[in-house]
């Protein structure tokens, strides 16, 4: 749809929506944050840790033992039960909680234009119909239908898995267009990277295209991992084969002219001694190992069962982009027409030499302290010190290179750019007779 028909459909302008309205609308939508089901709580956690056919047979067979008299067999399997019930446990209600903080995706404020004012508002209020404004290192909180586009382009990796950031326009689009394709629309959990824009949101919560992964994601059923599905066949067959020779051994002993009591102990004995009491701890003592080194290497794993389905991988396909990458860059090395710097420290850190190539020696403010301040002034991205005493950054990959190179080299783009002040913006955009970027004539 055109803007202006979204504007119609949903009832609001440029000027936003009342106060009356917003709060009609937050009855009917809701507010805007993504829920999570509610799942197991602790102690269903724990005995779910307890479902497993193996478990079954070792609980009766430490309830054959109690009534034989043998306290010490009983103690020791109902111990192994335990433990291998508080292993799974503490494994699978850690990984729970880390699965629910990688929900937190929406910010916490976002302005809007409402009554005519312009407001900065909680981002769990804003309704369909609100009219937001956006600018460069803004996360976006809803799905949002671009009125008004200036220079926009918007990072959608969460979404798309391109590192590359999305231009965007307010032109019209294909029905059916795939997510990566709507250039008229920006999408919650993404963040926008150069340019400013006016909107008006079109969905939030659950409704929103990461809100729907969301509902995807929480909808899954469980898959049984190889080992689990042996285990439980092993467990049936197991049982059954203990039935039948418990069967057999009762009734061999009644025809042996032993009594009924005594004949009764010895198939209850086959069948405790039958019983593979330590498979179960050799399982889960073995994952929980495997666990902990994933752990280390920063890996979630859910289900303890996980990890024999990792470890019998054999080939793992995966689109790099977003995925396998960080979607960061790093100024390696540098070339003025005659010598070649090299530059130390790697990712988002600003701890680091130019040094150079022919002599290892620093480079000085002579050599090429004007192309590092060309890097660092036309540029849009920006770089600070957090409160948590990490780098908060805003802008493109490539620029956020240059400006963490120009850092390393002792330029302080805040400061410079203080000192010579941006006048013009010329963009540059494609030829439509060749693959050339040109220059806007103004």
Known sequence: MSFDTVIEQLHTSPKGLSSTEVAQRIKNYGLNKITQRKGPGALGIFFSQFMDPLIYILLASSVVAVLMGKTTDAAVIFGVIFINAIIGFVQEFQANNAIRNLLQLVPEYTTVVRDGAQKNIESEDLVPGDYVLLQAGDRISADIRLTLAKNLSCNESILTGESLPSEKSTETVEVNAVVADRKSMVFSGTFVTAGSAEGVIVATGKKTEIGQISELMQSTGEVKSPLTKSIEKIGKTITLAILIVGVLVFIIGLFRHYTLVESMLSAITLAVAAIPEGLPAVITISAAIGIIRLAKRKAVMRHLSSVETLGSTTVICSDKTGTLTRNEMTVQVIWDGENRYTVTGLGT??????????????????????????????????????????????????????????????????????????????????????????????
Do not use: Y
């Not at 005493?389 to 750019?417: C, H, Q, Y």
């Not at 013009?424 to 806007?440: A, E, F, G, M």
């Open 349 to 442: 850190e600003v701890q680091g030499k130019t040094l150079l190539e022919s002599t290892a020696t620093e480079a000085k403010e002579e050599d090429i302290g004007e192309l590092m301040r060309a890097g660092a002034l036309c540029n849009d991205a920006t770089l600070h010190f957090a409160e948590d005493d990490t780098w908060k950054m805003v802008g493109d990959p490539t620029e956020l290179a240059l400006v963490f190179a120009s850092r390393k080299f002792g330029i302080n783009e805040s400061t410079i750019r203080g000192e010579w002040p941006r006048m013009d913006v010329k963009p540059l955009i494609r030829s439509q007779n060749d693959d050339h970027l040109t220059p806007i004539t103004w």
